[in-house]
Structure formats: structure tokens, C-alpha cells
């Protein structure tokens, strides 16, 4: 059978409720935030280990901010991974569908092995410097993290050649189900995912040591410490992730020429403009902190820029055998998509204020007191909650009723 | 068609419903525990009641941990699960409840960031400020099940959806509400439990009888409504589900359903009256006993949904038998019956694809793979094993097993076989010689 007759006899045949473009875009979004917190939670988590593997009160000190990071990252990791993966199933369904089933067992192990690493994050952080099964935890949270984004990396792959996949599928003739075998992988493409860990982590202490600075309980020269160690990390990681990019733009399939992609390019220029300002930062006289929120800003650019040239790099594996992720029938549902983005504004709002707080508190020494705006913001938010679901309520009353004896 | 996993003994769907019922432990905990933690809090404050406080702090960070990283974890499990065991049943759920699943992201990203701001902020914000955080986390997070019902019923009673291709046709069917309200009384049940397990290590006596009592007050509640949602759920299924539930429900399945609830409300009620009686394996106990009852509830709707993944459309084995003119979908029955499955599905070797005396052998096991091992594993044990079920319907001979096959045409809860006359009798055969040689 032909790859492209066999994807298009893979592709559902239920079409999409909007038009793929909105999709795609969505897809990219939220992958470009959920890979950022990816690189956090290994990062964070490196450096947990290596703080209380180094010791001292400065790294001891460090560990324990990370070993708490960590926990919260993975579980941000884990929440904006949920978007992505959904998209993916929409707009890519054969691509996804075929790699999972042919490696499955790791599909699954995927899950426990996350559950091991981030249950340990939490042992790591709750036991104390002194126990070793604290550190134990997590050197074995590290490597089950590790493991995860390999087994994610080669399901990702494996997607791309869709011209194998009926081959690792069949041995001697037969169908082989076990799902036990990893297929593929690209070390150069899992690098490249993997060493940014550091780099985000380096910008993240920096915003560390910003964000705190103004707390008057705080060690101002520890901060100090804090930030110029970041800057050191963020800008040498950087500069090896740029060697880490070229060498995984010389693995691409030279046909594709990649290198000449608009939208790679973009993302290249930003990924150097940013290892400049690095540079830079570093010697900002109040130390690199001082420039953390636009290190900030260009590190996200930079991974939105990536997370975009994935994507079209994607369309060309895809278009080898034909397909576009433009091809899916739309079978417009406005009612749906209506619900999806107005919960998505309404959510926004709920969520700013969640996190606005978390803000302000966590830069008071003490007990924060809200003002009556903040206030105001959170009766808001509950209010909004409250007639999401009494307009839900109401619209599901007019169709049940609409709908019953029919 | 996509590659078959399979999973000895246990079959892949099985590795699908273990992964799912754990789930509903740490999911309905978190839509329900925070409505007990804020009225605590609430009181705490009220009362001036420190050691009450301290309860709710345990209660969260356990509601933290077991619910974002097992919970949250054992939910995505689902979706790969699923992915890997029927992903043409997923694909096409996603494919018409996209927005659904996004709108209910959207409420776990309020979930998530809340959980942790008030897990982590008692002593860090003013106390009114903590409490509408915690207002906001049961609303949202409670407001998930209300979205992810809509959803999970669809797959038992598509209801007008079959005709429309509507969104809403299919969200808002006849079992939506009943199985709201049973989903949101049970998971009261379950938050008591779980505060009783926390509230067995408080070291102050008031403290822990007062929390033990709200909870079994609170359980008690549970229980009994769910109790009466489950007679109102029961009574709105279809006619043709009852009928496969009487074909299909073991009498030990529904003592499984039965007893437990019976033995948990009891628990609640001992609870309410003598708080202080309960210690943290008594409390386990409950649980385990408690998960016993949602687990035959869940095998039970698992088991009313055959012969479909998505009823009135796609068959448990994930062919698609009827069309459906609303969304432009044509039936698989047709095209596989003219062409050959084998021909025509996209994950068969290609020595499988033409018939012949060489491959007839291999093919069978290729077709019994395809038709039958969503639910059949083809070993000599475990899960509905075909070699046991064969030779228990007597069938040594090709021929009547070809008969079998086509007879299943009229069963309630079973797929008919798809294919064409020689994919059939090569099935046959295969079957009949797995059930003798017992591989």
C-alpha cells in the first residue's frame, strides 16, 4: 500500500469542527510554553541535585528553592503538555495514532515512569539534607525525567516516517504487537531539546534573584550569588545549545535545506540575538538580574520561534508522503469552538488573578494583605465561574428539553 | 485501521479500564475535597480555631500530591491508554469533542495554579483572600466534571448527536444529568473517606472528632443521594442497554456493585456517631471497599456500552458499522466485505494481504487480531480467551465456526464479523485451530 493511500484511509473521517490553521496555531502556542516548563523541570531538578550533592550553605540553600521549583514546574510541564497533545491528535491523528501503537509499551511506561520521577521530586524535597534517600530521590527523579522525554522524543520521531512504519510492524510476515520496541530516535533532535534545560534554568535563577530582591528577610548577597550564577548558566548553556542546534540541522535530510526556512531562520536569529544579550547581561553592573525579565522575554521568543520551525520542519517530513495538516474536512461546529474560546478569555481572567496573588505575596516578607481591587478581582473570579456554569446549566436544560422524546 | 497492541493475558482495553478506574480516586478528590477543606477554613477562622486549621493544611498538601502528580499523571494515562488500546475510538471522540476536552483544560489550568497557591499560601496571604482562592479551585475544579460527563456519556448515549452530528445533541444526552449528580454525590463519599484518612494522624481529639464527624455526615450524605442518582441513572438507560445489562451482568459483578456501598455507608454512619472510633487502617479499609463499588459501577457502564466504543457507530474492535450522513462518515462493513480487510485495512503485512493456502494460517491470526482482540485475548488464559471460549462453544470444525461467525450478525453484544466470505472461513479456521492446539 501506498504511504499516502495508507494515511489517508488513516485520517479520521469525522473532520474537524474548525478550520486546522486555528489548530496548528493553538498547537504551537501551547507546545512552545509546555517544552519551556519541560526544560524547567529537568533543569531545576539538576540543579536540586547538584546543590546537595555540592553542599555548603549557599548550594544547600539553592537545592532547596530548585527541589521546590521542580515539583511545581513538572506539574506545569504536565498541564500544558495536556494541550498540545490534544491538538496533535487533531490535526497530525495518523502520524500520533500509528507511533504510539507501534511502541505502546513505552506509551504506557511513559506514564508510570512520570509518576515515579514526580512522586520523588516530593521525597527529594520533603526529606532532609542529611538523608541520603532524599538525595537518592532525586538522582532517580533526573533520570526517570530523562527517560520520559527520550520515550516522548522517539514517539515524536517515529511520527516523521511514516514510510517505515508498516516494516517495523511486520517480522517474518507477521504482525509483530508487542509494542515493546522503540523504533527511532535522533540523538542530535533529543539534544537539542534537552540541553536548553540549562539555559532556561540559568534565565529562570535570574528572575529568581529579581523577583525576591526586594524582600527585606531575604540574604540580598546570596540573591546576588543567585543571579550571577544564572547568568553564567543561561549564557555558556546557550552557546552549547547553539553547537547542539547545528549539529542537529546537519542530521536533518539535506533535501529539505532547512536552513533556508524562513521561519527556522527567524528562530536561528533570535536564538543569537539572545545569546548576545546574555552576554551582555552578564556584565550589567547590578549583576544579570537586573535584565532578567527581558532575558525572560527573549528566551520565550526564542522557544516560540523554535516551537513554530518544528512545526514547518514537520510539514516537510508530512509532505514527503503527500499529506498537509490543511487537509482535514471541516465540519464547522460553531458552538463548540464559540464555548471553547470564550471559556479560554473567561479562564484567563480567573487564572491572572490566581497568579497575580501568588505574585505579590511571595515578594512580601509576611503575611500579604489583597487591596480592595485585588479584592474586587477575586469575588470576579468566583462570579465568572459561577455563571460559566449557570449558563452551561441553562443552555443543557433547552437541549435536553429540546431534545427529549426525539 | 492502526497497529494492535496486544497485551497478554489482560488485552490492551483491560490495561485501558485498570489505568482509568484508579483515576477516579484522585479526580473526584479533587472536585470534591476543597468544598470540605474551605467550610473547615471557613469554621477555623470563624472559631478561631487553630488545630482545625491544621487539619485543612494536611488536607490540601494531600490533596496536592495525590491528586496533581497521581491524578494528574493517571488522566493522562487515560488518554495514552486509549491512544494505544482503540485509537480510532479516541480519534474520533477528539475529533467531534475537541473544544470539549480544551474548555476542560482551560479549568484545570485555574486547577492547577490554585491547588498550589493555596496549598503553599496559608501563612502568606490574608485569610479572605485564602478562602475565595479556595473558592475558585472547588468551582473550577468541580466544573471539570461538569464538561468531562458530557463527554464520558456521550460514549454510552449519543443520543440525537447520531442524527446531527451536533455538538451539544451529544453532550447533553439522557444520561448527562443522572450521571452528573451520581458522579458529584459519590465523590463527596470519597472525599470523606480520604479527610477521614488524613483527619486518623491528628493528634487533637476535638479537632479529629469534629473533622471525622463532618466527614461522615458528609459521606453519609454521599452515599445515600448517589444511592437515589443511581436508580435515576439506571432508569434513564435505553431500552437496548438494559438488555445487554441483564445478558451481561453477573450476579457477582452486581454483588460487587451492591455490597460495598452498602458497607461504606454503614462506615459513614458509625463515623457520624462515634468519630473517634476510627483509626488509619479502618480508614484505608473504607477506601479500598469504596473503590471496589466504583470499580464494578465503571465495569458495569464498560460493559453496557457493547458491541460499541461509540454506540450506534463504531464497534468495540473500532470498525466503523453504520453510516453517519452528519459528518459525512461511511460505514467501514461495506468497503471491508467487498474488498477484503485484509486488503483494505492499513496495518496488515503485505504477505497478508492476498489470501492464500502459504498465508491462511497467519492471516487468520492477522483477522482474529483486527476483529476480536479488543476484548479477547488470544492466549489460553486471561481475559475472555479465545482458545477456552471456542472450545467451549463446542466448535471442532471450520465450517460451524463459520456459522458461528456469520450468526453473530444478530447478537446484542457482539461485533459481526466484517470481511469478506474467505477472510471469514480463514478466521474460521484459525480460531478452531487455536481453540485444539491451545496457542
Redesign the interface.
Known amino acids: ?1 501506498q504511504t499516502g493511500t ?1 494515511l489517508s ?2 485520517q ?7 478550520y486546522p490553521a486555528v ?1 496548528q496555531a ?1 498547537m504551537v502556542l501551547t507546545f512552545a510554553l509546555h517544552i519551556l516548563f519541560v526544560n524547567l523541570s529537568v533543569g531545576t531538578t539538576a540543579l536540586a541535585v547538584f546543590g546537595r550533592l555540592k553542599g555548603g550553605e549557599r548550594w544547600t540553600a539553592l537545592s532547596r528553592g530548585m527541589g521546590k521549583s521542580a515539583a ?1 514546574c513538572v ?2 510541564a ?2 500544558l ?3 498540545p ?3 496533535v ?2 490535526i497530525y ?1 495518523p502520524f ?3 507511533s ?3 511502541s ?2 513505552w ?2 511506561a ?2 508510570f515512569v ?2 515515579a520521577g ?2 520523588s521530586t ?1 521525597v527529594f524535597t520533603m526529606r532532609s539534607e542529611a538523608d541520603r534517600l532524599g538525595l537518592a530521590a532525586g538522582v532517580f527523579s533526573l533520570a526517570m525525567f530523562l527517560t520520559a522525554g527520550f520515550t516522548m522524543h522517539a514517539l515524536n520521531f517515529q511520527m516523521l516516517q511514516p514510510e517505515k ?2 516494516g517495523w ?2 517480522q517474518a ?3 509483530v ?3 515493546l520496541v522503540l523504533h527511532d530516535f535522533s540523538l542530535p533532535r533529543f539534544l537539542h531539546f534537552i540541553v536548553p534545560a540549562f539555559a532556561a534554568t540559568g534565565v529562570y535563577l535570574m528572575l529568581y534573584a529579581r523577583y525576591f530582591e526586594v524582600r527585606p528577610d531575604l540574604d540580598k548577597e546570596h540573591l546576588s550569588w543567585v543571579g550571577r550564577l544564572g547568568g553564567g548558566l543561561a549564557f555558556w548553556t546557550t552557546g552549547v545549545q547553539t553547537l547542539a542546534g547545528l549539529g542537529w540541522l546537519l542530521s536533518l535530510p539535506p533535501e529539505f535545506r532547512f536552513y533556508a526556512h524562513p521561519v527556522f531562520m527567524l528562530a536561528a536569529v533570535l536564538g543569537a540575538s539572545l545569546l548576545f544579550f546574555l552576554y551582555e547581561a552578564r556584565r550589567s553592573p547590578g549583576g544579570p538580574q537586573r535584565l532578567a525579565w527581558p532575558a525572560a522575554g527573549g528566551l520565550l521568543a526564542t522557544v516560540l520561534a523554535m516551537a513554530a520551525a518544528r512545526e514547518a520542519l514537520r510539514g516537510l517530513y508530512v509532505g514527503r508522503s503527500g499529506f498537509t495538516a490543511m487537509s482535514h ?1 471541516v ?1 464547522l ?1 460553531l ?3 464559540a ?2 474560546f470564550v ?2 478569555a ?2 484567563l481572567v ?2 491572572a ?3 497575580s ?2 505574585y505579590q ?2 515578594r ?1 516578607a509576611g ?4 487591596g480592595p481591587r ?2 474586587r478581582w ?2 470576579a ?2 462570579g465568572l ?2 455563571a ?2 449557570a449558563v ?1 446549566a441553562g ?2 436544560v433547552v ?2 428539553l429540546k ?1 427529549a422524546g ?1 | 485501521m ?5 497485551v497478554p493475558y489482560l488485552t ?1 482495553g483491560g ?1 485501558l479500564a485498570l ?1 482509568a478506574t484508579f483515576h477516579m480516586l484522585p479526580s473526584h478528590l479533587a472536585t470534591s475535597a476543597m468544598w470540605l477543606s474551605v467550610y473547615l477554613e471557613g469554621k477555623a477562622y470563624r472559631e478561631e480555631r487553630p488545630e482545625l486549621l491544621e487539619f485543612v493544611k494536611k488536607y490540601s498538601k494531600f490533596l496536592l ?1 495525590f491528586s ?3 491524578g ?3 488522566g ?2 487515560i ?3 486509549a ?2 488500546a482503540a ?2 475510538g ?3 471522540l ?10 476542560e ?6 486547577e ?3 491547588i ?2 493555596y496549598t503553599y ?1 496559608f ?4 485569610r ?2 485564602h478562602l ?2 479556595g ?2 479551585f472547588a ?2 475544579s468541580w ?1 471539570t466534571m ?1 464538561v468531562i460527563v458530557g463527554i464520558l456519556t456521550f460514549m454510552l448515549t449519543p ?2 448527536w447520531l442524527a446531527t ?5 451529544g ?3 439522557q444520561t ?2 443522572p450521571q452528573l449528580l451520581l458522579r458529584t454525590t459519590a465523590m463527596f463519599a470519597l472525599a470523606a473517606a480520604f479527610a477521614v484518612l488524613v483527619a486518623a494522624r491528628l493528634k487533637d481529639e476535638r479537632a479529629r472528632a469534629e473533622v471525622v464527624r463532618a466527614a461522615g455526615v458528609t459521606g453519609l450524605a454521599g452515599t445515600l443521594l448517589g444511592a437515589a442518582c443511581f436508580a435515576w441513572y439506571h432508569a434513564s438507560l435505553p431500552a437496548a442497554l438494559h438488555d445487554v445489562l441483564d445478558a451481561l451482568l453477573t450476579p457477582a459483578l452486581g454483588r460487587w456493585m451492591l455490597y460495598p456501598a452498602l458497607a461504606v455507608g454503614l462506615y459513614f454512619a458509625v463515623l457520624a456517631f462515634k468519630p473517634l472510633r476510627v483509626g488509619t487502617a479502618a480508614a484505608l479499609g473504607a477506601i479500598v471497599v469504596l473503590f471496589a463499588s466504583v470499580f464494578a459501577l465503571e465495569r458495569a457502564r464498560e460493559l453496557i456500552r457493547k458491541p460499541y466504543l461509540m454506540p450506534g457507530m463504531m464497534y468495540s474492535n473500532q470498525i ?1 458499522g453504520a453510516d ?1 450522513p452528519a ?4 460505514s467501514d462493513a461495506g468497503r471491508f466485505a467487498r474488498t477484503g480487510i485484509l486488503a ?10 492476498t489470501l492464500g493456502d502459504s ?1 491462511r494460517a ?1 492471516a487468520g ?2 483477522l482474529a ?1 483486527l476483529e476480536c ?1 479488543a476484548c479477547h485475548t488470544l492466549q489460553e488464559r486471561g481475559l475472555r480467551p479465545l482458545p477456552r471460549l471456542v472450545r467451549g462453544l463446542g466448535m471442532d470444525d471450520p465450517a460451524a465456526m463459520t456459522g458461528f461467525l456469520d450468526a453473530l450478525e444478530g447478537y446484542p453484544y457482539m461485533p459481526p464479523f466484517v470481511g469478506n466470505q474467505a477472510e471469514k472461513e480463514a478466521l474460521a479456521a484459525y480460531l478452531v485451530a487455536l481453540a485444539r492446539n491451545g496457542r
Request: proline share 3%.
Open positions: 500500500m495508507m484511509l488513516l479520521d473521517p469525522m473532520g474537524v469542527p474548525f489548530f493553538l511545581a506539574s506545569t504536565i498541564l503538555g495536556v494541550a497533545l490534544l491538538f491528535q487533531v491523528d500520533w495514532y500509528a504510539n501503537t507501534l505502546a509499551a506509551v504506557i511513559f506514564v512520570m509518576m514526580y512522586g516530593y512504519w508498516l510492524y511486520t510476515g507477521a504482525a504487537t508487542s509494542g474536512r465540519n461546529d458552538a463548540s469552538t464555548l471553547f471559556t479560554f473567561l479562564g480567573v487564572l488573578w490566581l497568579l496573588v501568588a505575596a511571595g512580601t503575611r500579604w494583605e489583597a485585588m479584592r477575586g469575588w473570579s468566583v465561574l459561577a460559566w456554569l452551561v443552555l443543557g437541549v435536553t431534545n426525539s | 492502526y497497529p494492535v497492541w496486544e490492551a490495561v489505568i500530591v496533581y502528580v497521581f494528574s499523571l493517571s493522562v494515562g488518554w495514552f491508554s491512544t494505544v485509537p480510532r479516541i480519534s474520533g477528539i475529533h467531534n469533542y475537541v473544544w470539549g476536552w480544551a474548555t483544560w482551560v479549568f484545570f489550568l485555574i492547577v495554579a490554585g498550589f497557591l499560601s501563612d502568606k496571604v490574608d479572605r483572600t475565595t482562592v473558592w475558585v468551582a473550577a466544573t461538569v443520543g440525537r452530528g451536533g455538538f451539544f445533541d453532550f447533553f444526552n448527562y444529568w466503523i453517519l459528518k459525512g462518515v461511511g483494505a485495512a492499513p496495518f496488515v503485512p503485505e504477505g497478508l494481504r498465508n497467519e491470526r492477522m487480531l482482540s
